[in-house]
């Protein structure tokens, strides 16, 4: 069932917006990649990644991609793409497909990845 679900979600984001589909289809390709143990579940109108517990997700605004982090606050942001003031949560925006290399998002995917699953 998850499965269709995020299929169903991928197409309505490739029916309103090809490019904003390829932007989320990429990341969620890294995202999965990261470890065999990541799952993925539709919620909160994105998509969400999870090993053990979520450390991840993605959404698809009128003009951008956004890929958030619950525990962002905590990560050291070396590369000043972070945004957000919350006490927890923090995001990078992506326009472009380039915005996944210029933003360095894999390092704040692995570092993601890690706080999910020494915590």
């Known amino acids: 069932m998850p499965a269709e679900r995020v299929s169903r979600l991928l197409e309505d984001i490739r029916l309103l917006d090809q490019e904003r589909f390829e932007l989320v289809y990429a990341l969620r390709e890294i995202i999965l990649g990261l470890d065999s143990s990541v799952a ?43 945004e957000g003031e919350g006490k927890l949560r923090r995001h990078i925006k992506l326009s472009v497909a380039e915005d996944i290399t210029a933003k360095h998002v894999g390092e704040y995917l692995r570092l993601a990845l890690k706080a999910s699953t020494s915590a």
Not at 54 to 81: Q, T
């Open 40 to 82: 993925e579940e539709v919620k909160y109108g994105g998509i969400l990644f999870s090993a053990g517990k979520p450390f991840c997700g993605v959404f698809s605004y009128a003009r951008h991609v956004s890929l958030e982090f619950g525990a962002g606050a905590s990560f050291p942001d070396e590369f000043k793409v972070l």
